[in-house]
């Protein structure tokens, strides 16, 4: 039997070329920006210009993401701010309403830490045939590429992220143990004005 893949959840994934020149200098600045207690920075990041260079690079990374997909505009980005976060802070599953596409940026993370989940946006099936309980691990062996229900990603510096905004995506808390740093851009993207 011949098996075609359809209607698939596509996640970008791109290395930024000059991770090593921006790291240090970006988080000088942002330690100046007010911050609340799990870390978020309330910035709007695409409008500063000391973040031009990675703003444009990210931009130009979603409009391939877009070509791709044959959409018909480009993009920009609408609306962005940072996660400087505490140790231990975890986010629940949610989505970027509004928005068409979505990226996050890992300006600093380590590869051991709590990853990036995504959720896949197929509806749960009724039937289930695959016989899960409700305590299944979402990576137990009876999953495969046509049936996974989520996908993860470790969040290593200089990584980003790109996928529609209507993708279910969170932060766990399942594997932050360690004291190390995870400090992300978010950035939500529509067509451009002009």
Request: proline share 7%.
């Amino acid at each position: 039997m011949k098996f075609e893949t359809w209607f698939p959840t596509v996640i970008g994934i791109s290395r930024c070329p000059f991770i090593n020149e921006i790291q240090s200098p970006y988080k000088k600045i942002i330690e100046n920006y007010p911050v609340d207690r799990y870390g978020f920075i309330n910035v709007p990041i695409h409008r500063k210009p000391q973040f031009k260079k990675l703003t444009d690079w990210i931009t130009q990374e979603v409009n391939t993401f877009s070509e791709n997909h044959r959409f018909a505009f480009k993009y920009e980005p609408k609306e962005s701010w940072v996660w400087n976060y505490e140790v231990g802070v975890s986010q629940e599953f949610h989505t970027h309403l509004g928005y068409t596409i979505s990226t996050v940026f890992f300006l600093e993370g380590y590869q051991e830490d709590s990853p990036l989940v995504f959720r896949s946006p197929m509806h749960n099936d009724m039937k289930n045939p695959l016989g899960t309980q409700p305590h299944t691990s979402m990576d137990a062996d009876i999953y495969n590429s046509y049936t996974f229900k989520t996908c993860s990603f470790p969040p290593r510096s200089g990584t980003l992220l790109v996928w529609r905004s209507y993708v279910e995506h969170k932060v766990g808390k399942d594997k932050i143990h360690n004291k190390k740093k995870r400090i992300v851009f978010v950035y939500n993207f529509d067509p451009n004005s002009s």
